[in-house]
């Protein structure tokens, strides 16, 4: 079983988007288990409803399908490393105490760490094309 871990933006660009984010949360591999955090739910309300105006019945609707594919995670995990923003700390402290192989992101401070420990960080099109998604 392989645990993929999925942030905030992943989830806001398969909101708008027929793209790479929306082929990853709709087609999901056999042998995988998907992750977020609590906080990345709180984060995808915030942004959907008050950057987007997005109406708040559809925002819960996709709210709800989110609880219901994804195990949520807690950042309890003993880690030096600091990202410049905090926030992603603790997006980092998600996906390694749930022992990712992947963090799916677009966040540009995330990325640039490319790996920490077992934890792979990488764009959504990377990952369909390391699991032959397209």
């Known amino acids: ?19 790479n984010e929306r082929k ?3 087609n999901p591999s056999t042998n995988t288990r ?3 955090s609590q906080q990345v739910i709180n984060e995808i309300e915030f ?5 987007f105006q997005v109406e708040k019945k559809i925002v819960f609707d996709f709210i709800s399908k989110l609880y219901v594919k994804f195990t949520l995670s807690k950042p309890n995990y003993n880690l030096n490393l600091i990202v410049r923003d905090d ?9 390694l105490s749930a022992k990712c192989k992947y963090l799916i992101t677009g966040d540009k401070d995330l990325l640039t ?12 099109k990377q990952l369909i094309k390391e699991f032959n998604l397209i």
């Open 1 to 19: 079983m392989i645990n993929i871990f999925i942030d905030t933006n992943i989830f806001i660009s398969a909101f708008f988007f027929d793209g």
């Open 24 to 26: 990853i949360l709709s």
């Open 34 to 36: 998907y992750y977020t």
């Open 47 to 51: 942004v959907l409803m008050n950057k």
């Open 87 to 95: 926030k992603d700390t603790d997006i980092l402290k998600s996906a």
């Open 113 to 124: 760490l490319k790996q920490v420990e077992n934890t792979k960080i990488i764009k959504s």
